[in-house]
């Protein structure tokens, strides 16, 4: 069974604290993605990252910043947690080819108090 | 940037009632996708599509591509309580990123 592993389903921070949210994939994937799901908003691209130490800014990248030291581990950072980065936060992963199927973990509630 | 505007946002109907969902863009995906999203799970693949003009079928869910490949739809025949989800049209751009539309809510009534 494939797998795209979040490590915390819910979170709760205070203003201001540095935040790590980590994703790891089993299938030897090349792309990881971090969006944030909010209501009536969709996903939104935060990073994409298509190999080990590179990545893209997405949509929303303000706030953000990633890490891929590791093929399988892709982390997003939020440097100085705000009530604004309260909201869902998914991980997925897929191969490089257009027409291929993206996996998603399940997904960090995050709130920021 | 490349947008999907998804329509409805909402939809609320009776099992056993037809619905079609939209996914519209002003630009040419080379592909499109359509995913579901239950309460507590990241969304899953139920179609890529591909040609311009191409119609896939699901068991009740019918998915088309339009001709100029900007837009495709989402038909669900006799909806049944079990196809309650959030459903995301998806399409990637040329450097490979998965763009998402703001999806739709549906929920069926028994």
């Known amino acids: 069974d494939v797998k795209v592993t979040q490590s915390s389903r819910y979170l709760v921070k205070r203003t201001g604290e540095k935040v790590f949210l980590e994703c790891v994939q089993d299938m030897d994937h090349e792309n990881m993605f971090w969006y944030r799901q909010d209501p009536g908003l969709g996903l939104r691209l935060i990073y994409f990252s298509y190999d080990v130490k590179m990545k893209e800014k997405g949509d929303i990248p303000e706030g953000y910043s990633v890490s891929r030291e590791k093929k399988e581990r892709f982390s997003l950072i939020l440097e100085s947690a705000s009530t604004n980065q309260t909201s869902m936060y998914l991980c997925?992963?897929?191969?490089?080819?257009?027409?291929?199927?993206?996996?998603f973990g399940q997904g960090t509630r995050l709130t920021v108090v | 940037t490349q947008l999907l505007e998804q329509s409805p946002q909402f939809l609320s109907i009776q099992e056993g009632e037809n619905l079609t969902v939209y996914c519209n863009s002003s630009?040419?995906?080379?592909?499109l996708q359509w995913y579901r999203q239950e309460p507590g799970e990241g969304p899953v693949l139920l179609v890529t599509?591909?040609?311009?003009?191409e119609v896939k079928k699901l068991k009740r869910l019918t998915f088309q591509f339009g001709d100029a490949r900007k837009d495709s739809s989402l038909h669900i025949t006799a909806a049944q309580p079990g196809d309650t989800g959030l459903y995301l049209c998806?399409?990637?751009?040329?450097?490979?990123?998965?763009?998402f539309g703001q999806g739709t809510e549906l929920s069926v009534k028994p």
């Open positions: 630009s040419v995906f080379s592909s």
């Open positions: 998806a399409g990637r751009n040329q450097g490979g990123k998965l763009i």
């Open positions: 599509v591909v040609t311009g003009g």
């Open positions: 997925a992963s897929s191969p490089p080819a257009p027409l291929t199927e993206a996996f």
